[in-house]
């Protein structure tokens, strides 16, 4: 691939330092394979068929057991029984087909690393810079650590189809899961020594990849330490503002077990409100799921000018919901009077018609 500007030597730290999190663990070396290679008329046999399928030429069907068959074989075969696929359908490395294109999209979500092998061996290409980012994609998900410690040590050897900013910043996005403190240190560093390579939405992609409320925290904490410690800090500071609109929609589908050590943690006291402002504008699902959020959002106060989020969201959930009005023992749970203020405010209008004497 074609040559990328120079990367300082900051960012290979040397080895010692890389042992933070990694010094533990040993990942083998990234080798082709010619595992499988015994099914590869079959896999070239099953894309045919699909292909014909598609085109009409056999009666389509609503599923297609060619392509499961397809993942099933692709998934335990190496990048040079891959290799003789693309030979046997005379598929040329420097030309685009919808046939290589699936076919690599299989191969990169079944065998990501393999697949990853499979592309950085074509000539550097528009397709087959794609196949790279896909494969290296795919495999940051399915193995974060493995994926990010094989783009670092290539980088180390100077390997040119692992260091195109795409994938470096992709490298970061998945540190995000283990090591967020470096993960946001790697992209204040790419965005300084390549600039404009982090992109103004690099934070929700970043978002997308957080599965636990410690993983969130964590790297809300990390990018507000590196924006303090920065030359750039308002790039991180927009990346963080990028995370927290990506939080601001997963969060609303999740309990209040999951969302509100976040929010309470690592949301500012305007982004909490702004959270909270769309949670009491949103609908619950469940009369559970309604008792569930109203003792936070009873918590959360509203920005002048605007309807209580509590009020919101209850009078939206017992209209669906009428028999929450019968149990309000949560309102006597909360611990602070403004809250509990807010939510009697909140259900008293309710009550007026159906429960007056509770009202």
């Known amino acids: 691939m074609a040559p990328q500007p120079a990367i300082p030597s900051e960012e290979f730290p040397a080895s010692g330092e890389t042992h933070r999190t990694r010094g533990t663990t040993a990942f083998a070396p990234l080798v082709r394979s010619r595992a499988g290679h015994e099914h590869t008329a079959e896999v070239a046999q099953c894309l045919t068929t699909y292909l014909a399928r598609r085109q009409g030429a056999i009666p389509e069907k609503n599923h297609y057991p060619e392509v499961d068959r397809m993942k099933e074989l692709l998934a335990g075969m190496g990048a040079d029984a891959v290799a003789e696929i693309f030979d046997q359908l005379a598929l040329s490395d420097n030309s685009y087909s919808f046939e290589k294109e699936f076919l690599d999209s299989i191969y990169a979500a079944m065998n990501p690393s393999q697949a990853l092998l499979l592309a950085l061996g074509r000539p550097d290409s528009g397709p087959g810079k794609q196949a790279v980012l896909k494969a290296f994609t795919s495999w940051t998900y399915s193995d974060p650590e493995a994926a990010w410690h094989w783009q670092r040590e290539e980088m180390r050897k100077g390997n040119p189809g692992a260091s195109i900013p795409a994938m470096q910043m992709q490298a970061a996005i998945c540190s995000s899961r283990f090591d967020p403190q470096m993960a946001a240190e790697a992209i204040e560093r790419l965005n300084r020594t390549i600039p404009g390579s982090v992109g103004p939405d690099a934070g929700s992609e970043i978002a997308k990849v957080l599965r636990t409320p410690e993983e969130r925290i964590s790297l809300l904490h990390a990018l507000d330490s590196t924006a303090a410690g920065s030359p750039d800090g308002g790039m991180i500071v927009a990346v963080r503002a990028s995370v927290v609109r990506q939080l601001n929609v997963d969060l609303l589908f999740q309990s209040p077990l999951e969302a509100v050590p976040v929010l309470d943690t690592a949301f500012t006291r305007e982004e909490r409100q702004d959270f909270a402002n769309q949670r009491g504008g949103s609908k619950a ?20 000018g605007f309807v209580s989020p509590v009020s919101n969201f209850m009078a939206g959930a017992a209209t669906r919901f009428p028999e929450l009005l019968d149990d309000l023992g949560w309102i006597e749970k909360l611990p602070a009077p403004e809250a509990r203020q807010r939510a009697i405010a909140a259900m008293v209008p309710l009550l007026g018609v159906s429960h007056p004497e509770e009202a």
Do not use: N, T, V
């Open 285 to 304: 699902g469940s009369p559970a799921e309604a008792k569930d959020w109203a003792p936070w959002l009873a918590g959360q106060e509203a920005p002048s």
